[in-house]
């Protein structure tokens, strides 16, 4: 039994990570609440455009908490290592641990799980975050970690990302954040629109809207890119090194690009090639059809009926003559 039962009594204990992105959780409830509710409605609408009307709820919704989600995800990179490293500063003690580096729009997060997690009398699970948004100071919370006596694996990697780190990585990962943080708010405004158009129904431009929010997700992770494929300071540990790829985030905005891109063409060529088709698939009656096809016409005064032309064309001499008398 040494003193302080072998801890370190200078550092404080591990504080205890929530099992889940709280943010996350909360738009998920929010979306699966809106199609809990259109499910409850399903009943109530009549014929073959129950399905179609569900497909698209579906389709809308997911877009949509996607598009919103990955603003506040952690993962747009990731990577992990296992590597022998030394515990804590002043001290001597190595520990096995799985490093993992994750990078996100808002900042990176440094994790540190011990294999096994207990070691050295301690629960060596950590899962640090360092942001960079525009209302956060990266400098200063690495500062506060030095404060707290992190481990120095992850006071290792967050230094990397420093201001004054020789890397310049924290200049480039947070203007393609920013940037890229920008063009998906503009996205998710254009899925509302497209989402008004298409209940309106404005068909045409609902499809000119999915295809607008494609571009401006596929953009994103043009900017983000430009990030990633800068020059990089290598993190060691001893013979290990950890790499980082694109993470689930990158690919989950990907594949809704893409799938935005998808539904806005196959909606205008339907509505060039297949009109009928459409209407099918958004369940308009025909007379709601040539409501919405009058959009695109000019409305011109109706032609005078043929019997009004006639009497409008007598010559006038012919006109009857009509007296007056005087009573």
């Keep these: 039994m040494t003193l302080w039962n072998g801890s370190f009594p200078f550092y404080p204990g591990t504080n205890a990570c929530f099992p889940f992105n709280t943010t996350s959780a909360v738009i ?3 979306f699966l609440s809106a199609l809990a509710t259109s499910i409850i409605i399903l009943p109530g609408i009549r014929g073959k455009g129950r399905l179609f009307w569900l497909l698209r709820v579906m389709m809308g919704l997911f877009i949509g908490a996607v598009v919103l989600t990955i603003q506040f995800t952690r993962d747009w990179e990731s990577g992990w290592v296992t590597a022998n490293t030394s515990y804590k500063s002043f001290s001597s003690a190595m520990v096995k641990a799985d490093i993992g580096l994750h990078i996100g729009l808002a900042g990176v997060n440094v994790t540190l799980v011990g294999n096994p997690v207990n ?4 629960t060596i699970n950590y899962n640090e975050h360092f942001a960079w948004s525009f209302d956060a100071d990266y400098d200063h919370s690495y500062s506060e970690g030095l404060e707290k006596g992190l481990p120095s694996p992850i006071l290792y990697v967050a230094e990397k990302f420093t201001t004054e780190s020789p890397c310049n990585m924290h200049r480039q990962y947070r203007i393609s954040g920013h940037y890229a943080s920008i063009t998906l708010w503009m996205a998710l405004c ?3 629109i497209s989402i008004l158009l298409f209940s309106m129904p404005i068909l045409l431009y609902g499809g000119y809207m999915l295809l607008l929010t494609a571009a401006l997700m596929l953009f994103s992770l043009l900017f983000f890119v430009t990030a990633r494929n800068t020059l990089k300071c290598p993190i060691q540990f001893g013979p290990a090194s950890l790499k980082t790829e694109y993470g689930g985030s990158f690919w989950l905005t990907l594949a809704t ?6 539904l806005g063409m196959g909606v205008i060529v339907l509505n060039s090639v297949r ?3 459409l209407k099918l698939v958004f369940n308009l009656d025909e007379g709601k059809g040539e409501k919405v096809e009058g959009w695109d016409k000019p409305h011109l005064p ?3 009926s043929s019997s009004e032309q006639d009497v409008l064309m007598v010559p006038l001499n012919e006109l ?3 007296t007056t008398t005087q009573l």
């Design 28 to 30: 998920a409830s929010v």
């Design 119 to 122: 070691q050295v009398n301690e």
């Design 190 to 192: 254009t899925w509302l």
């Design 257 to 262: 690009g893409l799938l935005c891109l998808l």
């Design 275 to 277: 009109p009928q088709k």
């Design 302 to 304: 109706d032609e005078s």
């Design 320 to 322: 009857c003559e009509v």
